[in-house]
Each structure stands twice: as C-alpha cells, then as structure tokens.
C-alpha cells in the first residue's frame, strides 16, 4: 500500500496522464470538425507516437515475432477499434459527453474479467460500478435523444473494456513498454491503408500542428499510465482514471463552449462518485491488509 505522498505523486502523475489524453482528443475533435476523417487522424496519432515512442521501447530483434501473436493482436486491434470510434463520437458530440459514454469500459472490462479471467469482485465494487454504469445511461440518454455519435462513444467504450481485458491476460508475459509499442506499431501498419487515401487533406501548418498535438498528447499520456503502473496496482490506477472527466468538461468549455446539459452533468458525477468510491475502497482494502499482517 502507497503512503500519502507516494499516492499524491501517483494521483498527480495519472491526471497529467488523462489530461494529455484529452488534450489529444481535442485537438483530434478539432481536426474531425475541421473535416479531416477520423480514420485518417487516427492512422497519423499512431504513426507519429510509434514514431516518437519506438527510440524509447527497449524493443529487440527477438521481440519482433511476438508482434504477430494472435493475443497481441486481438489486444491492439481492441485499442485501433476504440480510437476509431471515440474520434468518430467526437466528431458531433461535446467531449464530455463522450467521455461520460467512454466509461462504460470499466464495466465491460468487469463482466469479461468474471466470464473469462475468473475474477470474483466485492459486493461494494459491484455496487460502485452500477452507480457508474447509471452515470453512462444519464450521459448517453438511451431512447431520450441518443445519437450516432454517443453510440460510437458507447462502442469506443466497450472495445477498452476489452482491451483492458488483454492487457491484463498479457501482462505477465510481456514487458509494459513492449505493450505499449506493440499497439502503437500495429495500429500504424493496419490504419495505413486508410490513411493514405487520396482525400488526405493538403498538409499546412495548422492542420501538422493539430496533428503532431493529437499524437504528442497521446503518446505522453499514455506512457505516463504505463510509467504509473509499474508504481502501483491496476485495481489503483483504473478509479484515478475517471478524473479524465474533469478535464474533458474543462476542455469542451473552454475549446468548444460545450457546457453539459443538467442530465449530463447527473451522470458525469455519478461516474465521478463510482471512480472516488472505487478509490476509497482499495486504499480501505489496503488498510485492512496491513492491519492483519502486523496482528
């Protein structure tokens, strides 16, 4: 268990994370809004933090056939699906909202962690993640003004559930940083025959700008997450990530104007509490631990 300022530090490092993550995002929704295709903004986020992130991986000769395993495969084609879509939901919807519909991941990564991995989580957990999960419903509004784009942004959600599924079937076999390059390399190979389509927009300075933003936001935010994990439990690191939501409203604000409807605003607090109380949890779980290793 983190003492509290070994948790502050990783409480720092993981919204920096998410914040990268978002700065990402926006400046992709940007792009979409600006007419660029997704699929085009998704092919160069990955080509250019492969590009940024391969001098850093450590990989190896040896470790070139374990890109062609089915699993990481299967894993990196969770992640390809999940940029595709949440670009695509961020092309008509406020970025909040599709990240309120995102966090639908957790409780899909819940249920294929009970069917497949065997996992047996706590009543308490099961209860945060409802609460989460009825958070999702406010945002998304099944039947009451749901729209592509918040299927899209449910979608988006549903393949990171699944490929934190992966991720952790595969930790144990491979190094973080190997992961990380792996979904990197194989999302720029797979993408680039859409990427390189003949509507490819003129490049300018504006749109390399937005480009190399989407793709520097990305790729920071996410090796900071895998920095982070080597630091602390996912069971730690998965409720710190829901403080994504703050910073996704405060960019819709401040970018778009995107202010939350009060529906919206319900649901993006309800998943706000399922992320806190899932915190809480595990650091009391942690508590109780120690306490009866020192008995």
């Known amino acids: 268990m983190l003492n509290t300022p070994d948790l502050l530090r990783l409480i720092t490092t993981v919204f920096i994370a998410v914040t990268c993550v978002v700065i990402g995002d926006t400046a992709g929704k940007l792009l979409t809004v600006g007419g660029v295709d997704p699929i085009i903004v998704a092919w160069s986020r990955f080509l250019l933090a492969a590009l940024m992130l391969l001098p850093f991986s450590g990989l190896t000769s040896r470790e070139l056939p374990a890109l062609l395993n089915w699993r990481v495969l299967l894993r990196a084609a969770c992640i390809v699906c999940g940029i595709c879509s949440i670009l695509t939901a ?27 991995l065997g996992e047996r989580p706590s009543m308490q957990r099961s209860l945060l993640l409802a609460t989460g999960f009825a958070g999702v419903m406010l945002v998304v509004k099944p039947g009451f003004g749901s729209s592509v784009g918040m299927i899209f942004a449910l979608a988006a959600g549903t393949f990171y559930g699944a490929y934190l599924v992966m991720t952790r079937t595969l930790a144990g076999s491979f190094r973080p940083r190997f992961l990380l390059i792996s979904q990197l390399l194989i999302g720029a190979v797979v993408l680039m025959p859409f990427g390189l389509r ?74 706000a509490v399922s992320g806190l109380g899932s915190l809480l949890l595990h650091q009391r779980a942690g508590k109780a631990r120690l306490a009866k290793m020192d008995a």
Request: hydrophobic share 60%.
């Open 90 to 116: 961020l092309r008509s919807e406020p970025i909040a909202n599709v990240f309120g519909a995102f966090f639908v991941g957790p409780l899909v990564s819940y249920i294929l962690a009970i069917l497949f």
């Open 198 to 271: 003949s509507d490819f927009p003129v490049p300018d300075m504006p749109l390399l700008a937005l480009l190399l933003i989407s793709a520097v936001g990305s790729a920071v935010g996410n090796y900071l997450l895998v920095m982070a994990s080597r630091k602390a439990e996912a069971s730690l690191i998965a409720p710190l990530v829901y403080s994504q939501l703050i910073s996704a409203t405060g960019l819709g604000i401040v970018v778009f104007g995107d202010w939350p409807d009060l529906v919206s605003l319900a649901g993006l607090l309800l998943i």
